[in-house]
């Protein structure tokens, strides 16, 4: 059998030893190096970065405007706060603070108010900041909220399996969330690393299927790779695919009803995950009203 090899776009060129080529998460396994600040988009990882994170950045830079604020109010003196003395500096130093956070969200309570020109030039120029910093901090909070994601579950591992009068290769895939995903594609691809005139090369072969695709998903698919002549798999062992540095990189797409976009994950299974001669055990079952019960916390369970 011929091999047909093509580069998706993660370089046939290999020099080393690596850990993987996706990583868990869907994430590539790419570092950048050399960009200068003109190639950093703030947006770009404020709107992908985790929601823990993304509330952090946000309290954190609230608390570093209005404490610069504050220094500023306090460096004009005491004399250009109404309201805002204190009986020491760190006390002075707090009402500019808290009359900072009044300014910056236009909630202006009335206790403390501007007094002198500079004070006054000042809180104007916050207000401006504030109106734009929350008008910024609304649209990044709306982007990642209507933004489509997909939470398609992969099962831990895949395995090798009988399949008619040959085995397969199968790994399991999972809607985590309650809406609804339909006309679903599955595109996998092998990964060995391969030695040629002396130099490793990275060889990629799509991967055919059972089925390529299915209508719905609100159980599980199990995504079937038959082994047989046509298959790059058809006899290899496990000590095989651990020589080449098998790589199993799956790519999912799928169109979201809720969103009505169409939505992708991405997915990797190294050769040390693959279980040979076992098979997925079944992940829903029947209730006693005749209803189907999805238990996704056993889509990738073992038999």
């Known amino acids: 059998m011929q091999k047909i090899s093509f580069d998706p776009g993660l370089t046939q060129q290999f020099t080393a030893p690596f850990r993987r080529v996706i990583n868990k998460d869907g994430s590539f396994n790419v570092h950048r190096r050399g960009t200068t600040w003109r190639d ?3 947006y770009l990882h404020l709107i992908n970065m985790s929601w823990s994170r993304f509330l952090a950045v946000l309290f954190l830079g609230y608390l570093v405007v209005n404490t610069l604020f504050a220094g500023i109010y306090f460096g004009l003196g005491p004399d250009q706060l109404q309201g805002g003395a204190g009986s020491t500096a760190f006390g002075r130093f707090l009402s500019g603070f808290f009359f900072s956070a009044h300014t910056l969200s236009t909630v202006g309570y009335g206790n403390i108010s501007p007094k002198g020109l500079a004070a006054n030039v000042v809180s104007s120029f916050e207000s401006l900041v504030g109106v734009l910093g929350f008008a910024v901090a609304t649209g990044l909070l709306f982007g990642r909220v209507s933004r489509p994601s997909a939470r398609i579950g992969f099962s831990e591992t895949m395995v090798v399996a009988p399949y008619q009068d040959v085995t397969s290769l199968q790994f399991r895939v999972v809607n985590q969330r309650s809406n609804s995903l339909m006309e679903l594609e599955v595109r996998p691809m092998l990964m060995t690393v391969e030695t040629g005139n002396g130099q490793p090369k990275r060889t990629y072969q799509m991967l055919k299927l059972e089925r390529e695709k299915v209508l719905f998903l609100p159980l599980t698919w199990t995504v079937v790779h038959p082994i047989d002549g046509e298959s790059p ?3 290899k062992t496990a000590e095989d695919l651990a020589r080449l540095q098998a790589e199993l990189l799956i790519l999912v797409k799928a169109y979201d009803d ?11 299974y190294r050769h040390d995950e693959i279980v040979w001669g076992k098979r997925f055990a079944p992940a829903f079952f029947v209730d006693g009203e005749g209803d189907l019960v999805l238990e996704v916390g056993k889509v990738g369970e073992l038999a």
């Open 40 to 42: 950093v988009h703030p």
């Open 258 to 268: 809720t969103f009505s976009q169409t939505v992708l994950a991405r997915h990797s």
């Open 233 to 235: 798999l058809w006899g």
